[in-house]
């Protein structure tokens, strides 16, 4: 699946159960140095990783309209994140 030009994404389950997920993008796309940022801080605050954790089960439990809602249901965590983080 294309979730933007250079970036793609694939999800593997499994008897209903979701088993892999893996974001591919082009070298040099912007999301790269975003997502890996946004690793960085789960690594680094337990508490944030904890809340990030308990959006995305809450999102997968609720989620009916595919993965389009569901990153933009979870991107103004993100957001708030990486800006608190450059701070």
Same mark, same amino acid.
């Given at each position: 699946?294309? #979730?933007? *030009?250079?970036?793609?994404?694939? /999800?593997?389950? $499994?008897?209903? $159960? /979701? %088993?892999?997920? $893996?974001? $591919?993008? /082009?070298?040099?796309?912007?999301? +790269? =140095? @975003?997502?890996? @940022?946004?690793?960085? #801080?789960? @690594? *680094?605050?337990?508490? &944030?990783? !904890? @809340?990030?954790?308990? &959006?995305?089960?809450? #999102?997968?439990? %609720?989620?009916?309209?595919? +993965? ?6 979870? !991107?103004?965590? +993100?957001?708030?994140?990486? =800006?608190?983080? *450059?701070?």
């Amino acid at each position: 699946m294309d #979730l933007s *030009q250079g970036h793609h994404f694939y /999800r593997r389950d $499994v008897n209903g $159960v /979701r %088993t892999h997920k $893996v974001h $591919v993008c /082009r070298s040099g796309h912007w999301q +790269i =140095a @975003r997502m890996l @940022r946004f690793r960085d #801080l789960l @690594r *680094q605050d337990p508490d &944030l990783c !904890a @809340r990030y954790q308990a &959006l995305k089960l809450h #999102l997968e439990a %609720t989620n009916q309209r595919g +993965i389009g809602d569901y990153l933009a249901l979870k !991107a103004p965590f +993100i957001d708030a994140a990486l =800006a608190l983080g *450059q701070g």
